[in-house]
């Protein structure tokens, strides 16, 4: 069940041409399982109107005319009370001024006033406004509360300059969001590292050997970390996939590139989702290997294995308490993978039959069995990149307490 399912979501909107990505949120979160409330203030009627977030959100949307209305009294209240994170995008210089001095004169500010839960801002003007000693001082005023402010951006405005003030992407609110949601999660405080993706070896400048790992599934482990409260780094090497917001990125090539840069760091887990080189050229060629050359012949030699090395460094001071492998196999799954959890000195493994056409590389779907140190064994059923890393993270936070 992802992080937004069933989270009730105030979403303020308030007067700024950037409000019609606001419903491109609101979308996104009602598709993600989320219940959408909006409330829109009178400037961001003049921009959107309510029925479109009621198109989107299958819910009524809230203007200052409830404000006035039979149950005025109660529904800021209960707005505010109810919900798990109050988000108000886009949220203008003149907002930002309200709710940093407790000015409530509209249905939104007198609920942000009211509400109980976190408030995320995601700030959208001029970047002459957004300069403004006056509005960098609400900034401070609202960060100094624990406000959660996302953006602005730089880049095109709408006074046709550029400059810093461009509403986040929907997409990348929707990270915040998440981050915001999860922050007192069951790996708040702990620390994970994620390796992802297929490493590269050079033959030549412009040859390399890998393999056909995505990074899907890393990228899924990544993100359902973060959304467990978890302050992940997220080693990878080069895919077609966007990071998920909020992850510490490190981007590498080889096997050898990816063990230096674990060796640099510590956590509280280690999950090691790339899939690694087993063999390198010995030599790759300084200039591009040309046709008229011949055919080459390419020396191969052992890549190093990480999970080994480090397992073989660890000794007293363990650096990753929890590390966790994945086993790709196309025969013999399971007595390859507990022959890899002993090898690798894993507390699990996550064995997947690569030869499946709905499980493994690229696909969305994956179909694991986990293997523990202790000898328990778990069969998760076919079921998506995202939901097989939740029950991965469910089990480090277990192992971790
Ligand atoms: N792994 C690693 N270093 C490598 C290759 C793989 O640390 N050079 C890690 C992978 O990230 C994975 C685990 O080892 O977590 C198993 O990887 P896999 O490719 O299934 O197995 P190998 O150890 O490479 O063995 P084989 O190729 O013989 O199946």
Known sequence: MSILSGKRILLGVTGSIAAYKAADLASKLTQAGAQVDVILTGAAEKFITPLTFQSVTGRRAYTDKDLWGDEAHVMHISLGKTADLLVITPCTADTMAKLAHGIADNLLTVTALAATCPLLIAPAMDGGMFDHPATQANLQTLQSRSVLVAGPAAGHLASGMSGVGRMLEPMELLGHIRIALGKKG????????????????????????????????????????????????????????????????????????????????????????????????????????????????????????????????????????????????????????????????????????????????????????????????????????????????????????
């Open 186 to 401: 069951k790996l708040a405080g702990k620390k994970v590292i994620v390796t992802a993706g297929g490493t590269q070896e050079a033959i030549d400048p412009v040859r390399v050997i890998t393999n056909h790992s995505s990074g899907k599934q890393g990228y899924a482990l990544a993100q359902a970390a973060l959304d467990s409260g978890a302050d992940v780094t997220l080693i990878t090497t080069p895919t077609a996939l966007t990071p998920p917001v909020g992850a510490k990125v490190i981007h590498v090539k080889s096997v050898q590139d990816m063990l230096d840069a674990l060796l640099n760091e510590s956590a509280d887990a280690l999950i090691m989702a790339a899939a690694g080189a087993d063999f390198r050229p010995v030599n790759a060629a300084k200039d591009k290997l040309k046709k008229r050359d011949g055919i080459p012949q390419i020396q191969l030699e052992a890549a190093p294995d990480i999970l080994k090395t480090l397992a073989s460094q660890s000794g007293v001071a363990k650096r990753f308490q929890v590390t966790v492998g994945f086993a790709a196999e196309s025969r013999d799954l399971l007595a390859n993978a507990s022959e890899k959890l002993a090898s690798k000195n894993l507390d699990f493994i996550a064995a997947n039959d690569i030869s499946a056409n709905d499980a493994g590389f690229a696909v969305e779907t994956n179909r694991i069995t986990l293997l523990f140190a202790n000898g328990e064994k778990e069969n998760l059923p076919l079921m998506s990149k995202a939901e097989a890393a939740e029950k991965i993270i469910e089990h480090i936070a277990r192992l971790l307490k």
